[in-house]
């Protein structure tokens, strides 16, 4: 489980996720390559990826919602 507190390198993806379509498009793509550039724990890659799993069924226009709503359902538990 991630910590209430998101670590710095989380913040950082989830706000560029959030905030940047193509950068969102280019993790689901590529999610081990972008993941790499942030300092992020096992359970945080782990959570990331999940969420982007998420993604497969929510229409595309709903992506950047979509991911946040995962991410926030695996650190509300």
């Known amino acids: ?3 209430r507190d ?3 390198g989380l913040r950082e ?3 560029r996720a959030m905030s940047d379509p193509d950068f969102l498009v ?3 793509r590529s999610p081990n390559a972008l993941l790499a550039q942030y300092e992020l ?3 945080e890659r782990t959570t990331i ?3 982007l799993a998420r993604l ?3 229409p595309a226009g709903q992506h950047p919602y979509a991911f946040r709503n995962a991410l926030l359902r695996r650190v509300a538990t």
């Open 1 to 3: 489980m991630i910590h």
């Open 26 to 28: 280019e993790l689901q």
């Open 13 to 15: 993806l989830v706000g």
């Open 6 to 8: 998101m670590a710095q």
């Open 56 to 58: 497969a069924t929510a």
């Open 41 to 43: 724990s096992d359970d």
């Open 49 to 51: 990826l999940q969420a």
